[in-house]
């Protein structure tokens, strides 16, 4: 089934919307958030050229796409930057299924912005879950990706799936500084595992480490904005502290975290 059936919704009077990380906000955050609908309404070209907006934003993989809503277009106007700016109000239909339906649908070009008629036969329903989303379902440990806003956002809603997993192990994990390419690697071990430790990061934002508490001295929070976290080896959570940090001493020797990243030792 297709979802302009599901809405039961005319296709010629909507433009779909495929929301991607533009480099700068990823729009699955935003809408986690709460800030979606108005991040949507800056746009840099008149690209709602019709009366309604079907949002999708991408999840999980590149061919999924979580339903944020139906738009109405009620204005436009240029900005003095040249963007546009929108005026829109979320729409009766599908409010129900906002945040737990997905739809398949797999791009073939770079346009993110559709004349839904064109398309419409292939949004095909993939999957509606019964609650709406907070949080993306964890997949994997070796999916862990977390942006520094993710990162807050994860400890704001403490999403079951992630917290029962990242409680569950000990392990090595790897911060990135996106703005440099320099790394810290850092361990958790001991009780709530990787949920506990990144909650450190969360609350502090250098989890009481020489080489960030510094960055945080100079700089404060804001250093922090583009920030990624990963795992990058798990063990048992009851694997003995020594263990754990003798697998995290190897990795900071295969990335050179000392020499070149934000590890002090």
Do not use: C
Not at 2 to 20: E, G, M, R, T
Request: charged share 20%; aromatic share 14%; proline share 4%.
């Amino acid at each position: 089934m297709n979802v302009f059936d599901l809405l039961n919704i005319p296709p010629k009077d909507f433009k779909v919307h495929f929301a991607v990380f533009n480099g700068i906000d990823d729009p699955l955050d935003l809408y986690f958030k709460g800030e979606f609908k108005e991040w949507q309404e800056t746009q840099n070209n008149r690209n709602f050229q019709r009366k309604n907006i079907l949002g999708l934003i991408r999840y999980q993989r590149n061919d999924l796409w979580l339903f944020s809503g139906v738009y109405e277009v009620i204005n436009v106007s240029p900005l003095p930057n040249g963007q546009f700016k929108y005026v829109s109000k979320l729409a009766d239909y599908g409010q129900e299924l906002i945040g737990r339906l997905i739809l398949q649908y797999k791009i073939t070009s770079r346009a993110m912005y559709r004349n839904a008629e064109t398309i419409s036969e292939l949004l095909q329903l993939y999957e509606i879950k019964p609650t709406p989303l907070s949080f993306s379902d964890f997949t994997s440990y070796k999916d862990v990706l977390l942006s520094r806003p993710q990162l807050e956002v994860m400890f704001q809603q403490e999403p079951p799936s992630w917290k029962a997993a990242l409680s569950s192990v000990a392990g090595v994990y790897l911060q990135t500084d996106l703005s440099n390419g320099k790394h810290y690697v850092g361990s958790a071990y001991g009780l709530g595992g990787f949920w506990q430790r990144w909650r450190d990061y969360s609350n502090s934002y250098h989890g009481g480490n020489l080489g960030l508490k510094e960055i945080f001295k100079q700089n404060g929070g804001l250093a922090f904005h583009g920030f990624q976290y990963s795992i990058l080896e798990t063990v048992d959570i009851d694997t003995p502290k020594e263990e754990v940090i003798a697998i995290e001493n190897r990795w900071k020797r295969q990335l050179q975290s000392i020499k070149f990243g934000y590890n002090e030792n």
